[in-house]
Antibody, heavy 121, light 107 residues
Framework: QVQLMQSGPEVKKPGASVKVSCKASGYPFTIYGLNWVRQAPGQGLEWMGWISPYNGNTNSAQKLQGRVTMTTDTSTSTAYMELRSLKSDDTAVYYC??????????????WGQGTLVTVSS | DIQMTQSPSSVSASVGDRVTITCRASQGISSWLAWYQQKPGKAPKLLISAASSLQSGVPSRFSGSGSGTDFTLTISSLQPEDFATYYCQQSNSFPWTFGQGTKVEIK
C-alpha cells in the first residue's frame, strides 16, 4: 500500500533552517511527482511546491523562492523540503503529497501524516 | 497566479441535508480541479479529481461538476462523518493553488 512517512516535529528559532523528510513506499518512487503543502494553525492549505523524483525538476511558490529547496534521494525513495531563514509565520504543519497526473488532472492522492514545525524564540 | 475562491466559507447543515459548495477560478482551468476533505488534526483526503471523477472508496453521495471557471461539490445527503472542511485545488498551471476552504458544521 502507498505510504508517505514524514519526519517528526521540529522546534526552531527565527533565522534557522529546517529540513523535513518524506519517505515513500508501496509504489515506484520516480513515476509520480511530489508536492509540499503547509497549513498554519487554524488556516487553510498553502501550496509550496512540486518536485519530480524522475529528473529533479521543481516548481515552487513565488513567496518562498529563495528560501525553499526541494530534493529527492531515489536510492531511499525519500523527498526532502528545506526551508531557510525561518520566521514565526512559517509555523505550520508541513505535508508531502503524491501527485497522480492523468490527461486532465493532477490530484494529490496520497498524503503524509504531516510534520509540525514551530518557529519560536 | 490563478485564484480559487470558495463559497460559502462555512455552512451549517443537518444530517440528511443536501450541501453544495462552489469554487470559482480566476481564469479558465478546464477540468484541472480536485476536491479534498480535511478533518481536524488529519491530512486532507482526495475526494474528486478532474472536476467530477469520484475517487475509489469515496461514497457516491459526493459528486463534483463544472468546467472552465465554475465548479461545485455536492453532498446529496449529509452524514455525521461528513462534517469537515472542504478545499478545491487547481493543477492547471503553476503555482497550483487551493481555495480558502469551506467548513461544514452541524446545525
Amino acid at each position: 500500500q502507498v505510504q508517505l512517512m514524514q519526519s517528526g516535529p521540529e522546534v526552531k528559532k527565527p533565522g534557522a533552517s529546517v529540513k523535513v523528510s518524506c519517505k515513500a513506499s508501496g509504489y515506484p518512487f520516480t513515476i509520480y511527482g511530489l508536492n509540499w503543502v503547509r497549513q498554519a494553525p487554524g488556516q487553510g492549505l498553502e501550496w509550496m511546491g512540486w518536485i519530480s523524483p524522475y529528473n529533479g525538476n521543481t516548481n515552487s511558490a513565488q513567496k518562498l523562492q529563495g528560501r525553499v529547496t526541494m530534493t529527492t534521494d531515489t536510492s531511499t525513495s525519500t523527498a526532502y523540503m528545506e526551508l531557510r531563514s525561518l520566521k514565526s509565520d512559517d509555523t505550520a504543519v508541513y505535508y508531502c503529497a503524491r501527485v497522480n497526473c492523468s490527461s486532465s488532472s493532477c490530484p494529490l492522492d496520497y498524503w503524509g501524516q504531516g510534520t509540525l514545525v514551530t518557529v519560536s524564540s | 497566479d490563478i485564484q480559487m475562491t470558495q463559497s460559502p466559507s462555512s455552512v451549517s447543515a443537518s444530517v440528511g441535508d443536501r450541501v453544495t459548495i462552489t469554487c470559482r477560478a480566476s481564469q479558465g482551468i478546464s477540468s484541472w480541479l480536485a476536491w479534498y476533505q480535511q478533518k481536524p488534526g488529519k491530512a486532507p483526503k482526495l475526494l474528486i479529481s478532474a472536476a467530477s471523477s469520484l475517487q475509489s472508496g469515496v461514497p457516491s453521495r459526493f459528486s463534483g461538476s463544472g468546467s472552465g471557471t465554475d465548479f461545485t461539490l455536492t453532498i446529496s445527503s449529509l452524514q455525521p462523518e461528513d462534517f469537515a472542511t472542504y478545499y478545491c485545488q487547481q493543477s492547471n498551471s503553476f503555482p497550483w493553488t487551493f481555495g480558502q476552504g469551506t467548513k461544514v458544521e452541524i446545525k
